[in-house]
């Protein structure tokens, strides 16, 4: 997992390895457990990042990311 800051900006990256294809559960993972909460308020704008990796193929086989409003 890594978070990245760059001037007004919050990455929040979460990486995840699963069996063939993409699953979806890494943006849910930074979702449900609200990693980007403390980060609201000091940062105008918070992008989590989930991408997977597949353990069969050693590959990137899915990436999504969302854009959190911070006020």
Do not use: C, H, M
Request: glycine share 4%.
């Amino acid at each position: 997992d890594l978070t990245v800051f760059y001037q007004d900006r919050a990455y929040i990256v979460e990486f995840k390895v699963v069996e063939k294809d993409s699953e979806g559960k890494a943006l849910n993972q930074i979702k449900e457990k609200k990693y980007y909460e403390k980060y609201i308020g000091s940062y105008k704008e918070i992008y989590l990042v989930g991408i997977e990796f597949s353990k069969e193929k050693r590959n990137i086989v899915y990436f999504e990311y969302e854009k959190v409003e911070s006020l």
